[in-house]
């Protein structure tokens, strides 16, 4: 047995504490040597449900004290683009949770640090790591529905995520709903077709606005891709209508409702197995670690693959400012 990859884990807060989860799973592949947390309860959380005895009130401690191999970081996303290159910069393979940052530029400055420094730097969109997302993925990459001409989404009524109180409310620290909610969103279609968008036009509202809540609560957009394919999404945080996704080509269609299904191939019902999303889903962990281990690249959610996701969220964001159709950055 190989020694276990040493963990540093950057947050201990409920996103964090769900990737320990994911990791304790995996048994001895990888093992959270410390955690970061500015809050003495939150350390203390970590601490008591999965005995990590060491535990630092900031970053620059613990990369001072701490060898690891890795960096796990799931901290408010205003901290993404600091926080992932200090890690890098220390030697640290990293995943950070989504989104990756909140400017492009940002993200390009991650990618560079992570291949500067010869580096894995991982984006936690984990959704491509469901069973039924994948199964989706299968049946595209084998053509089930011949070219895909246009792909449907509706994600309805998840909630804004915290209170007034909650960093995720304030816009200048989120980024809003397009980062916080529609990266998952955008990053599984971006992924199911396997091509770039090239343009967006998107509406982006804020119709239940509350004096200490600043991000929106309505998007919808559609977007085009390389091969002309269309892309309709719809975010929401009213409504409680759920989840669907419907793809649809020129042989067939693929209707799903969630992310576990029943999945609907030209309107017979597939059953998939039954699958819990949670943060710390430990396919993604194991992914990340056993690339690591193996010393080869990340076959799934590198930065370099999810920065196009990140190109249409910043260009869909830009286009609900101006109200025009925005070319996506390449």
């Not at 993200?107 to 984990?126: F, N, R, Y």
């Amino acid at each position: 047995m190989k020694t276990p990859i040493r963990i540093l884990l950057v947050g201990c807060g409920r996103m964090a504490l769900g990737h320990a989860s994911g990791l304790e799973s995996l048994g001895e592949l990888g093992v959270i040597i410390a955690g970061v947390d500015p809050s003495e309860d939150a350390r203390n959380n970590l601490k008591t449900q999965y005995g990590v005895s060491t535990t630092f009130d900031n970053l620059d401690d613990a990369l001072a004290n701490v060898k690891a191999d890795a960096a796990i970081i799931a901290v408010p996303n205003f901290l993404h683009r600091d926080y992932t290159i200090a890690c890098l910069e220390r030697g640290l393979h990293t995943l950070i949770e989504k989104p990756m940052a909140l400017t492009l530029a940002d993200v390009d400055d991650m990618i560079a640090t992570a291949e500067a420094k010869g580096k894995l730097l991982m984006s936690g969109q984990s959704q491509r790591f469901s069973t039924t997302i994948r199964q989706v993925k299968k049946l595209l990459e084998e053509k089930a529905v011949g070219k895909i001409r246009h792909v449907i989404h509706r994600r309805l009524g998840s909630g804004r995520g915290g209170d007034e109180n909650s960093w995720f409310a304030c816009q200048e620290l989120s980024g809003g709903i397009l980062p916080g909610i529609g990266v998952h969103s955008l990053d599984v279609l971006l992924w199911w077709i396997d091509e770039k968008a090239v343009s967006v036009s998107a509406i982006v509202q804020n119709i239940d606005p509350h004096p200490d809540i600043d991000i929106e609560d309505e998007v919808s957009l559609i977007a085009t891709t390389e091969s002309n394919a269309i892309l309709n999404c719809a975010l929401s945080f009213h409504h409680r209508a759920g989840t669907e996704w419907t793809v649809m080509g020129d042989e067939g269609v693929i209707h799903l409702n969630g992310t576990s299904g029943p999945l609907l191939l030209n309107s017979k019902e597939q059953h998939i197995p039954e699958t819990v999303h949670l943060a710390g889903e430990p396919t993604i962990h194991l992914e990340f670690l056993t690339a690591i281990r193996d010393n080869r690249p990340l076959a799934q959610a590198s930065a370099q693959d999810v920065r196009k996701t990140m190109a249409l969220i910043f260009a869909a964001m830009k286009s609900g400012k101006t109200g025009k159709t925005v070319s996506v950055s390449r």
